[in-house]
């Protein structure tokens, strides 16, 4: 720790590093926290702040997307470091396997990658549909996969509406399916009257609300 005062000033600047997408950095204090004896959830927590926190820029013109895109290579990348560095995934997340997709007629998939980066550092299995993702396309993928979850991202007010007929015909092909939902234009109200089990407006919660779905059997 000698560089820091306290092990939290060591994760806020690991957590920074994302910010500064600066990879060699994050990888030293990677290493330095490990060290510290930090827990693999408390790490990758700071490593999605830090994400979430370089989101915000965009919101607020003070990053390009550009910019953004590499600090969520940075990201991506600190997060794989920590699930490939023993962290060890519980029941639910072994158990479980998520289709995730972006609904048609949307082609907004950076939401869907950072959920999507999320849930593999909690060790569950993903499979990824992409994009501009029809009804069938999805029904497929989960029948495909042998799907327990859906996770559905829509980020545009006109393509949030495509969100119901997935989850609709997901449910009367698939009883056991959970879906669970995000994007830009949507909230907890409107998932709820779309079907979702699940809401969760950013990557800080969305771990939390899919094992508390699966966990009440729904
Ligand atoms: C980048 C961008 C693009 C890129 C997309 C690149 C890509 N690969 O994603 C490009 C240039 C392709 C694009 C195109 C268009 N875009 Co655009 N775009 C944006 C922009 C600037 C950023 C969106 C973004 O990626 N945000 C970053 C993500 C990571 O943040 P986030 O949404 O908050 O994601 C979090 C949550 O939503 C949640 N979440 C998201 N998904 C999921 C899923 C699950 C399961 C869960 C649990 C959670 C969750 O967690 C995420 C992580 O925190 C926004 C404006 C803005 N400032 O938001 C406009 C914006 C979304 N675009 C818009 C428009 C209109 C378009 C176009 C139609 C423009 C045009 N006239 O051609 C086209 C689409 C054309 C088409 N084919 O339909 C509008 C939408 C307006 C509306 N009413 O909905 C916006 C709001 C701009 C604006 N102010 O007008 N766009």
Do not use: W
């Not at 830090?50 to 919101?59: D, F, H, V």
């Not at 969520?72 to 794989?80: F, N, P, R, S, Y």
């Not at 907004?108 to 999507?116: C, N, Q, R, S, V």
């Not at 009257?193 to 939390?208: F, K, Q, R």
């Amino acid at each position: 720790m000698s560089d820091f005062d306290s092990q939290e000033a060591l994760l806020t600047a690991l957590s920074e590093t994302i910010l500064h997408h600066d990879d060699e950095k994050m990888e030293h204090l990677l290493n330095a926290v490990v060290k510290e004896g930090v827990s693999p959830e408390k790490i990758k927590q700071k490593l999605i702040i830090g994400l979430e926190s370089a989101k915000s820029r965009i919101m607020t013109n003070h990053l390009s997307m550009a910019e953004f895109l590499v600090c969520l290579d940075t990201a991506i990348h600190g997060l794989e470091n920590v699930a490939l560095s023993g962290s060890r995934e519980n029941e639910t997340q072994k158990n479980n396997r998520i289709v995730i997709g972006v609904v048609k007629g949307d082609p907004h998939d950076l939401g869907k990658t950072i959920i999507e980066s999320v849930y593999r550092a909690y060790g569950y299995t993903i499979f990824d549909m992409g994009s501009n993702v029809s009804v069938e396309k999805f029904l497929k993928g989960i029948e495909q996969h042998q799907a327990t979850i859906l996770a559905i991202s829509a980020m545009m007010s006109t393509s949030t509406v495509n969100v119901e007929p997935i989850i609709h015909e997901a449910k009367k092909r698939f009883p056991h399916i959970a879906a669970i939902v995000g994007g830009a234009y949507m909230n907890e109200k409107l998932a709820t009257s779309y079907g979702a089990d699940a809401y969760s407006e950013n990557a800080l919660t969305v771990i939390e609300n899919t094992e508390t779905i699966m966990n009440n059997g729904r």
